[in-house]
């Protein structure tokens, strides 16, 4: 068992349908679900959304009987030797200043 599991590093988000389809954001989503580990993917037809569920180093680790929390997910349009993909809690969303870089967000309404 890897230590994102053991600490129970679990999180929700959604990715639009289209972006699944379309090839042009192949490498966004390759690095985004390359630091995810899915145990669930569900077709949210009223959204055309896609919903996860998934352990990622990405996301906060949770204590014994809390809920598994939505996330944003952030991917940056950005050559950099930092990872171009971002975790924040919505409940947190509100709190924090994005960098005005190109950006793609992918979160739960």
């Not at 966004?28 to 145990?39: A, Q, T």
Request: hydrophobic share 40%; glycine share 4%; charged share 25%.
């Amino acid at each position: 068992m890897s230590k994102t599991t053991q600490e129970r590093r679990l999180g929700k988000f959604v990715i639009h349908r289209s972006l699944i389809v379309d090839d042009t954001r192949g490498v966004m989503l390759r690095e985004i679900m390359g630091r995810m580990l899915v145990i669930r993917a569900e077709l949210m037809m009223d959204s055309d959304n896609v919903e996860y569920v998934a352990f990622s180093d990405l996301f906060d680790p949770l204590g014994e009987g809390e809920k598994v929390p939505w996330y944003a997910i952030y991917y940056f349009a950005q050559q950099s030797c930092q990872s171009n993909v971002k975790a924040i809690r919505q409940d947190t969303l509100q709190r924090i200043q994005v960098p005005p870089v190109q950006r793609h967000i992918f979160y739960k309404n």
